[in-house]
């Protein structure tokens, strides 16, 4: 098995007519922040992301063979209630912590809490990620419609939907793939390959009614050659260049991305500049790369 390299990972996608990531103490509105005007998506979600491709196109859903250790399962005597069966799940793979290791891409990938009877033990995840951002201010549209259903039996009204959306956000996510971290979770390259193709078709296959319209832009990777290094916040090394205002983007096409930055910066590490992997969306329009 070849050496887990440290890498930095910079994701970008888009969202039109949609509600990127709500937030349910605030009505499920899409996440905000009041001082910048820029979306907000939790790392949870990308990872949520992840896992629900791995589960449902990669074959992940084969206990103690492949697997995804924290995912939505169903009692069958109560189907009504959706919960995480972490409990059971971690009764079931205590007698050896190894076989939830060799199983769980997700845990070797992100980590996670695994409960015992009286107890529990946490595997530090090498692979992490920021909160993600759009790179520019987003509007919020408030949007009210009738439902398919009447409001109880017998009743002629129909009921009445209603949802906040952002009409576009593109948005930003960095992550670190830490070496040291992926020895102790057993992590492999070929998990790595994996979650590329995770973070890709799994915001693609985002077609749910509230998340229609996500689709992946850009994906950089940075592998470095040196342990403990990396660059930090490859999201604040680029920028959206428009003649429009921030609220009046709708697209792709209503932009350039601006990697200048960041390649000035690779360029200068002369012999340390990492290995870059790189998948564009060929609609993406680059500027400095």
């Not at 007519?17 to 939790?42: F, L, M, W």
């Not at 799940?89 to 076989?99: A, E, I, P, T, V």
């Not at 003649?243 to 792709?252: A, N, V």
Request: proline content about 4%; aromatic content about 8%; overall charge neutral.
């Amino acid at each position: 098995m070849s050496e887990i390299k440290r890498t930095e990972i910079l994701f970008l996608y888009d969202v039109q007519n949609a509600n990127p990531n709500g937030d349910p103490s605030d009505e499920n509105k899409p996440r905000i922040d009041e001082e910048t005007g820029h979306n907000i998506v939790t790392d949870v979600r990308l990872k949520r992301t992840v896992r629900d491709y791995l589960y449902n196109y990669e074959g992940y859903n084969q206990d103690a063979v492949k697997d995804i250790f924290v995912r939505q399962t169903f009692v069958d005597s109560k189907p009504e209630k959706g919960l995480n069966d972490g409990k059971n799940r971690g009764k079931h793979y205590k007698s050896d912590l190894n076989l939830i290791l060799n199983a769980c891409i997700d845990i070797r990938l992100f980590g996670g809490v695994i409960p015992l009877d009286k107890s529990s033990i946490t595997f530090t995840g090498p692979v992490q990620f920021k909160m993600g951002h759009s790179l520019h201010k987003v509007e919020l549209q408030y949007i009210k419609g009738t439902g398919a259903f009447a409001s109880k039996a017998g009743a002629q009204q129909q009921t009445f939907r209603e949802e906040y959306i952002l009409p576009y956000s593109f948005i930003a996510f960095y992550g670190i793939i830490n070496e040291n971290a992926a020895q102790h979770t057993k992590l492999t390259n070929d998990d790595i390959e994996m979650l590329k193709t995770s973070l890709w078709n799994g915001t693609k296959q985002l077609i749910t009614r509230s998340k229609m319209e996500h689709n992946p832009r850009l994906l950089l990777m940075l592998e470095h050659k040196h342990s403990n290094y990396f660059i930090g916040e490859l999201d604040k090394h680029i920028r959206l260049s428009s003649e429009k205002s921030d609220e009046q983007l709708r697209g792709i096409t209503d932009f350039k991305l601006d990697l200048s930055p960041l390649k000035s910066m690779l360029d200068g590490m002369g012999d340390n500049k990492p290995k870059v992997f790189m998948k564009k969306d060929p609609n993406l329009e680059l500027i400095g790369w």
